[in-house]
Structures are given as structure tokens and as C-alpha cells.
Nanobody
Framework: QVQLVESGGGLVQPGGSLRLSCAAS????????MGWYRQAPGKQRELVAT???????NYADPVKGRFTISADNAKNTVYLQMNSLKPEDTAVYYC?????????WGQGTQVTVSS
């Protein structure tokens, strides 16, 4: 069974940085792609960033230039480096792994950006 364990969330001030980690229970090479989603209170879950097995990345417009998704294949871990954080980034962040038609989700980690 695929397990995704997220960590790294917390409370930061606007302009601060945070790095989220997503540790997978098996090689991330086995997934077509992995990514990060977020869900703010009262809003639908939205895509933040994705990375394919080939290393290609994609970012949602609100985070372009501020967030970076990366993968450490040896550690079976995907990261989301978040810089220049804004209050609008406050949300529960979820790790996702996509394998053909199946999606796997982590438990989510809370990111709160507040002064």
C-alpha cells in the first residue's frame, strides 16, 4: 500500500520561508508524477506544483517564482520549498502521487502565514 508522509508545516511570518517534505513508502520512480496541492478554508483544493518522473516541473500562477518543487530519488522524498510566503498561501498542503489512473494522498500539513 502506498503511503505518503508529509512534514514541515508550521507558522511563519509574511516573507518567510518554509520547506515541506513528502516521504513515499516506495520508490518515486514508480509514479508518473508527484505534486503538491493545497486547500484553504472555504476553498477547493488546488494544484500548487507538480514534478514528473522525468524531472519536468509545473507551477500554479500564484506561486510561480516563489515556490520550488524538487525530488530526491534516493530518499523517496519530494520537497516544496516555499519562499516569500504570503498570507494567501495559508492552507493545508497535501502531497500527491499519480500512478496511471490512481491518485495517492498524504495526510496534509498546515501552513499558516501570519504576522
Amino acid at each position: 500500500q502506498v503511503q505518503l508522509v508529509e512534514s514541515g508545516g508550521g507558522l511563519v511570518q509574511p516573507g518567510g520561508s518554509l520547506r515541506l517534505s513528502c516521504a513515499a513508502s516506495r520508490s518515486i520512480f514508480s509514479f508518473n508524477a508527484m505534486g503538491w496541492y493545497r486547500q484553504a478554508p472555504g476553498k477547493q483544493r488546488e494544484l500548487v506544483a507538480t514534478i514528473t518522473s522525468g524531472g519536468s516541473t509545473n507551477y500554479a500562477d500564484p506561486v510561480k517564482g516563489r515556490f520550488t518543487i524538487s525530488a530526491d530519488n534516493a530518499k523517496n522524498t519530494v520537497y516544496l520549498q516555499m519562499n516569500s510566503l504570503k498570507p494567501e498561501d495559508t492552507a493545508v498542503y497535501y502531497c500527491n502521487a499519480f500512478h496511471f489512473t490512481q491518485y495517492y494522498w498524504g495526510q496534509g500539513t498546515q501552513v499558516t502565514v501570519s504576522s
